[in-house]
């Protein structure tokens, strides 16, 4: 794990809100005070239609005390979540990206929160009713993720719900395919070439995750049946 906490140490340091949400606004160099909050107010949009999500497929809106996101980088979900909850946690391997979490929570008022690294996490016994990560496990190499995935699972408790985001296929071109495999097995490689270019990119490891295997997991655990 210690080279994914490199490479999101770096970002947070960098572009901790636009390697969130790629979008120029979210840049360090334009994040004013309007482009911050509407960053934040993206986070509470996205939770309200998760949550009709929820209830058009299961009939049920979820009403969580207790949820985690792993994942959390700098808070865009877990600020609302922090409004709908008892308490919150949030998980990220990069305390850079932490500390600015713990700003933004702050700042909105927010006292009912935890935040872990990975390992305070897989060393811990806390259960939730509601578990969350999205567009994060992609960024893990499976046999690191899927461990996370099982934290994840054992930590809900029974009757909650969760929901759990990963990629399994790729649909870029051969050459984009190419890269991506290049980047992972040479994780220094995209620094040096930004570098050397002058260029302001972000780029993080990507990987693809065996639906059967996730599936297994899940019916081990008697999630699914």
Known sequence: MK???RTWEDLGEREAHYSVA???KYRTSNLDEANLNDFYRSGREYLD??????EDSFGVVPK???AIDYGCGVGCVLC????DCESVVGVDIAQSMLDKTAKALTERGHTNFKLLSPDQLLA?????DFVHTIIVIQHINPKDGMKIIEKLIDSLEIGGMGMIHLTYRFTTSARSRFQIRLYN???ALPALIRRFRESHSVWAPLYEYDLHEVFNLFQKKAVIK
């Open 185 to 187: 097995k040479f994780p």
């Open 49 to 54: 239609q998760l949550w009709n999500d929820f």
């Open 80 to 83: 609302a979540l922090a409004e």
């Open 22 to 24: 790629t979008h120029e």
């Open 3 to 5: 080279r994914y906490k």
């Open 64 to 66: 969580p005390k207790a």
């Open 124 to 128: 811990g016994t806390a259960s939730y």
